[in-house]
């Protein structure tokens, strides 16, 4: 089995920076895409940003390159950078592995519990 644990979220004013972590827990051998998603109550859920195992990034075009991901291989962690952060921005954050190989096997489309970013003065 394979978890992802996220952390970082909370409360920032506008114009503030956060940064999130996800880190997958289990007998991972490799993942192949990983990503933030976030989620307003009533909408969607939305890609923010993924990456991939070799690094190639793609964003949102709402984040204007305000926003950046990156990752650790070794210790399967991904990370999101947010820069100029604006009310439009709260949301719940999601880590996603598209797929994972693990001992046992391929899992895919694995998703964390999700972390508040709140952006208030």
């Known amino acids: 089995q394979v978890q992802l644990v996220e952390s970082g979220g909370g409360l920032v004013q506008p114009g503030g920076s956060l940064r999130l972590s996800c880190a997958a827990i289990g007998r991972i051998s490799r993942i192949y895409t990983m990503g933030w998603y976030r989620q307003v109550p009533g909408k969607q859920r939305e890609l923010v940003a993924a990456i991939t195992r070799g690094g190639s990034t793609n964003y949102a075009e709402s984040e204007n390159g305000r926003f950046t991901i990156s990752r650790e291989n070794a210790n399967n962690t991904v990370y999101l950078q947010m820069n100029s952060l604006k009310p439009e921005d709260t949301a719940v954050y999601y880590c996603?592995?598209?797929?994972?190989?693990?001992?046992?096997?391929?899992?895919?489309?694995?998703w964390g519990q999700g972390t508040q970013v709140t952006v208030s003065s």
């Open positions: 996603n592995a598209d797929t994972v190989l693990t001992a046992m096997g391929y899992l895919r489309n694995i």
